[in-house]
C-alpha cells in the first residue's frame, strides 16, 4: 500500500516500529541505527534498507510485514490466522486469501468488519477515481 506525501515523517524524529514477533523494524534516530537522520530497516539488527525519506522507508518495511503475516496465514492457530488476515487486509483490503481466513475462521463479527473494511475501501476508490477525472 503506497503512501501519501502528507504521511511524510522527518528524518530527525525519533522513530521505532517494529511487530511483536517480528525480527524486523523500522527505526530513525534509536541507538541500534547505523547513523541519526535517516530512516532504516532492520532485520536482526543488519541494515537491509535505509533512506532519509520516510515513505521509502515504510514502504520497504511494510513489504516485509507482507511476508510475515503471508506465513502465519497457514498457522496451526485460528488465532494466528486471523491476527495475519488482519495484517495483509490492513495492506491490502483487497487481500483474497485473508478476506478467505476471516471468513472460514472468524465469526459473525470479524465478518461484519471485513464488509465494511471493503465496502470503505471501494468507496475511496470510486471517489478516488472521480476525483482524477474531474481534474483532467
Known amino acids: ?45 543488519h541494515e537491509v534498507f535505509s533512506s532519509g525519506n520516510f515513505t521509502e522507508a515504510l514502504n ?15 498457522a496451526r492457530q485460528p488465532d494466528d490466522r486471523i491476527q495475519a488476515a488482519w495484517g495483509l487486509l490492513g495492506l491490502d483490503p483487497e487481500n483474497r486469501d485473508a478476506a478467505a481466513v476471516i471468513r472460514s475462521d472468524g465469526n459473525a463479527e470479524a465478518c461484519k468488519r471485513l464488509e465494511t473494511l471493503r465496502r470503505r ?3 475511496q476508490r470510486r471517489a478516488s477515481a472521480r476525483q482524477r477525472k474531474v481534474a483532467k
Open 1 to 45: 500500500m503506497k503512501l501519501p506525501e502528507s504521511l511524510d515523517i522527518a528524518p530527525t524524529t525519533w522513530y521505532r516500529r517494529q511487530l511483536h514477533d517480528a525480527d524486523f523494524s523500522l527505526e530513525a534516530n534509536t541507538r541500534t541505527v547505523p547513523r541519526q537522520g535517516r530512516f532504516y530497516v532492520l532485520r536482526k539488527g
Open 60 to 74: 520497504a518495511y511494510q513489504e516485509l510485514c507482507e511476508g510475515h503475516w503471508e506465513e502465519r496465514l497457514e
Open 121 to 123: 475501501h471501494y468507496a
